[in-house]
């Protein structure tokens, strides 16, 4: 699906214009010119249409004029678990973005679960807690190690995905 922003210029003076590619907003930001013949320099970059997660993409990384094409690089390039992986780290993590940003620079585990007790019965059933004997495992309290992992992990809501995470 096609990405489509709006640069509204700070300019009062000056009319926006929609676009869906670095190519065609640099052209039109070239020629946009206020009321009065100036040139128009700076603007409000915002998103308009495209996917859930491509919009989830622009509100953690931010849509400016110095990362606009870096942004539409990777919006093409990366696919949805990249996105989601920089839209947690980013917005939620507290890493910095920046034009050569990759998804490989975060240190982050994710898991695709609605809630924690659901990775807690995960975490049992791979041997993360160490080897417990099948007779017991019914009498596990999955709901307090669910409440005990919430200390180390976090959930989110991307483009309608429910994901738990904890930043490295």
């Not at 699906?1 to 039109?28: C, N, R, W």
């Not at 947690?88 to 898991?111: H, N, S």
């Amino acid at each position: 699906m096609t990405v489509t922003l709006h640069a509204q210029p700070y300019d009062i003076q000056a009319v926006g214009f929609y676009f869906t590619s670095f190519d065609e907003y640099a052209a039109k930001a070239a020629v946009l010119r206020n009321d009065f013949g100036d040139p128009v320099e700076e603007f409000e970059l915002q998103f308009i249409d495209g996917e859930a997660i491509d919009c989830a993409l622009a509100g953690a990384v931010g849509l400016y004029q110095n990362t606009i094409r870096r942004f539409f690089e990777i919006v093409d390039a990366w696919d949805e678990d990249e996105k989601t992986r920089v839209i947690l780290a980013v917005g939620d993590c507290g890493y910095a973005f920046d034009v050569d940003t990759t998804p490989d620079d975060f240190d982050l585990d994710i898991y695709e679960y609605d809630n924690l007790r659901e990775l807690a019965e995960q975490f049992v059933e791979e041997g993360v807690f160490g080897d417990i004997p099948e007779r017991l495992a019914p009498y596990l309290d999955y709901e307090a190690i669910g409440r005990d992992l919430g200390m180390d992990y976090s959930e989110a809501e991307i483009a309608g995905k429910r994901l738990i995470y904890r930043c490295g």
